[in-house]
């Protein structure tokens, strides 16, 4: 069996999905995200969902886009990460404007929009000697973000803190990001068939104990040695246990097809749990050597 490596193609089309993606959904989930915030923020919640939010989307686009270079995928993943928490910022520097131009307009009749943000402007350098969004920056960093703990206490956390924390934040948006797409990307594909390769079809399974002895007969090619390992493909072993799921595109029959080795295991909480411990590609004659003719029901197992 081979080790499959991404063939690092990035066609122009796709990348200028995927770039297109990262800026649209950016600004649609940050401006998103800010507009929430003016009446609830998460400091944990919101980054996470933040960063899933923008790589699912990004990771569809490559998928979409038939990117196989995973470091293109990562690079505009972080583009998009920055964007999405870029435009979450500057949503709060344009909250801030508005709430402020309100308090204007009802305490001093300050009715025009210009001189309104003018006048916003002249407060923040006089306060933190910058204007516009760096000034509104510097001023929330000096009052400081306030986290409610437990009871009535709260948690001021102010200056070179509260850039931390926003840098923290922006870590966690960026790495999910892009960590999601960079995934996508390096997920098989057949560049025979110019196509992601297909559904994962259950092949059989073996005991926690054949481990290594499959490991070892699918990396010296003797199909016919796995195959034996395996149970029969309608028995469902119970865990620990090793599954082997195949992959082919219905649109190249004769081409490579992937294998893929799982070890599947129940944690505490009576749940399976899923680690890909094997992937590699085999061809056509060996496939046919592992895997059976006849259909079988696919086992209880989470996704990968």
Known sequence: MRN???SNIAPSQGVAILAASSLVSGVAIGGA???IGKFIYFI???PLAMGFATGSVLGFAVKKGKIRSPITALGLGLLGGLVTYGSLMYGQY???QQETATIMEREYNVKDKNLANEQINVFLQQETGSSGFVGF???SAKEGITISGRGSSKITIKDNFAYLLWLIELGVVGFLAASIPFKSASEPFNEEANEWYGEKKWVGS???ESRDELIRLLNMDDMAGAAALL?????????PRIDVYSQSCADVPFSDSVIIVSYVSTNAKKQLEVKEILT???SESQRSQLVPQTSAPTPETPEA
């Open 231 to 239: 149970s029969n493909p309608t028995t469902d072993l119970p865990t």
């Open 33 to 35: 995200t800010a507009f």
């Open 44 to 46: 944990v919640l919101f």
């Open 137 to 139: 920056l510097k001023i």
């Open 4 to 6: 499959y490596q991404p």
């Open 206 to 208: 073996a005991t926690e």
């Open 94 to 96: 344009m909250n801030f």
């Open 280 to 282: 590699g590609l085999v």
